[in-house]
Antibody, heavy 120, light 107 residues
Framework: QVQLQESGPGLVKPSQTLSLTCIVSGGSISSGGYYWSWIRQHPGKGLEWIGYIYYTGSTYENSSLKSRLIISIDTSKNQFSLKLSSVTAADTAVYYC????????????WGQGALVTVSS | DIQMTQSPSSLSASVGDRVTITCRASQRISSYLNWYQQKPGKAPKLLIYAASNLQSEVPSRFSGSGSGTDFTLTISSLQPEDCATYYCQQSYSTPYTFGQGTKLEIK
């Protein structure tokens, strides 16, 4: 059973960089056929796709965040990461990591979510 | 970006009712449409993929239909545990986008 777990600071100051890591267990992040995504949910709101990375390092980002976003992968540690720079209160959200199925184009496994609050 | 619009935004129904939620895409997306269920404090759970395919271990009372721009999620006989928010999501093109959600309550 594949499991994903987000980790990182729950509080980030405005203008700083939000950093989260997703540790994958129960399967190899290097196996083809999947892409590793970040999705966020503002408090009480809907879901926003942030971007994804393939095990080769290829990335696709939401253009609305691309200038501030870095998604990276560490296959040796079976984890992938998100860095979002110059954060504001509008970046306060629950951040989910999720596995995307490349063939069927759906998100089938999700982390439990990590609440990140941007506040001084 | 492809906009996804769900209706209604919320609804209340009784146990045993047939419930239908609709999702409309701002452009044709073939059958690249997924449905998720989210309960409070939990991550979304995949219910239906490619518009009409039931994900493994999801109860058969859930079904999906549609193609092009109009899609439907149906719960044939509502159960108490179906109280949740439901989201559609298009996987036709990036950025992947979700509907705003439909909050389903039990009367």
């Amino acid at each position: 059973q594949v499991q994903l777990q987000e980790s990182g600071p729950g509080l980030v100051k405005p203008s700083q960089t939000l950093s989260l890591t997703c540790i994958v267990s129960g399967g190899s992040i290097s196996s083809g056929g999947y892409y590793w995504s970040w999705i966020r949910q503002h408090p009480g709101k809907g879901l926003e796709w942030i971007g994804y990375i393939y095990y080769t390092g290829s990335t696709y980002e939401n253009s609305s965040l691309k200038s501030r976003l870095i998604i990276s992968i560490d296959t040796s540690k079976n984890q992938f990461s998100l860095k979002l720079s110059s954060v504001t209160a509008a970046d306060t959200a629950v951040y989910y990591c999720a596995r995307g199925d490349l063939a069927r184009d759906y998100f089938d496994y999700w982390g439990q979510g990590a609440l990140v609050t941007v506040s001084s | 970006d492809i906009q996804m619009t769900q209706s209604p935004s919320s609804l209340s129904a009784s146990v045993g009712d047939r419930v239908t939620i609709t999702c409309r895409a701002s452009q044709r997306i073939s059958s690249y449409l997924n449905w998720y269920q989210q309960k409070p404090g939990k991550a979304p759970k995949l219910l239906i993929y490619a518009a009409s395919n039931l994900q493994s271990e999801v109860p058969s009372r859930f079904s999906g239909s549609g193609s092009g721009t109009d899609f439907t999620l149906t719960i044939s006989s509502l159960q108490p545990e179906d109280c949740a928010t439901y989201y559609c999501q298009q996987s036709y093109s990036t950025p992947y986008t979700f509907g705003q959600g439909t909050k389903l309550e039990i009367k």
